[in-house]
């Protein structure tokens, strides 16, 4: 069965630090990935996604993220937060042409001023 | 970009009564729509995904006859929540997959509130 685990519920992390959520994956073909934003009462917004190639990939906002398949894990990271990056991000994977996403539990930033 | 309008955004409704949510891909074809549900402080749970022209598909536990899908065209789709009750409460959150790209454009969602 697919699954997403983002072992982060809550980060905080102060203004101008770097950042890293964590995301593993359970999925038993090649996952298609994918990084959202929700702000507080919105839907969601698509950071960046991973396809096929190479596995470092630049999204919006200055996020980027990595696939390691031998971790099963797809992270996001961003080298330098802003108080307007406090939101939840959630992790999902789903298969080609992203229908039926399965989204991972959410991961709560802070930003300390 | 690619924009997905759902209205109403906010709704409070007595137990008992019918409430119809719209979900509308403004600028692409969209004939794969799927409806989420959303918890507070909890993760996106797909209720169904809605094909234009034919039956929504349901996950498994979600009541078909309560949660009432139509895809009317390849712009809207409408979930129709009936005889709601207050453990319906929740943020309902659509999506359009765009025909020709095939990415996927998250709504803004619907509060839902039943008193």
């Known amino acids: 069965a697919q699954s997403v685990t983002q072992p982060d519920i809550h980060i905080t992390v102060s203004e101008g630090a770097s950042l890293e959520l964590r995301c593993n994956y359970s999925?038993?073909?090649?996952?298609?990935l994918f990084w959202y934003v929700q702000s507080p009462g919105q839907g969601l917004q698509l950071l960046l996604k991973?396809?096929?190639?190479?596995?470092l990939v630049q999204g919006i906002k200055g996020f980027e993220a990595e696939f390691k398949r031998s971790q099963s894990s797809f992270n996001l990271r961003k080298p330098s937060v802003h108080w307007s990056d406090a939101a939840e991000y959630f992790c999902?994977?789903?298969?080609?042409?992203?229908?039926?996403?399965?989204f991972g539990q959410g991961t709560r930033l802070t930003i300390n001023p | 970009g690619a924009v997905v309008s759902q209205h109403p955004s906010w709704v409070i409704c007595k137990s008992g009564t019918s409430v119809k949510i719209e979900c509308r891909s403004l600028?692409?074809?969209?004939?794969?729509m799927f409806w989420y549900r959303q918890f507070p402080k909890q993760s996106l749970m797909l209720m169904a995904t809605?094909?234009?022209?034919?039956?929504?598909?349901?996950e498994q536990g979600v009541e078909k006859d309560k949660f009432l899908i139509n895809h009317a065209s390849l712009t809207l789709s409408t979930l129709t929540v009936t005889s709601a009750h207050p453990e319906d409460s929740s943020f309902y959150i659509c999506?359009?997959?765009?025909?020709?790209?095939?990415?996927?454009?998250f709504g803004p969602g619907t509060r839902l509130t039943v008193t």
């Open positions: 999925y038993g073909a090649t996952p298609y």
């Open positions: 809605s094909n234009e022209g034919s039956k929504a598909t349901y």
């Open positions: 999902a994977v789903g298969p080609q042409g992203a229908q039926k996403l399965v």
């Open positions: 991973y396809f096929s190639g190479d596995t």
């Open positions: 999506s359009a997959r765009a025909d020709r790209t095939y990415e996927q454009y």
């Open positions: 600028d692409f074809q969209a004939t794969t």
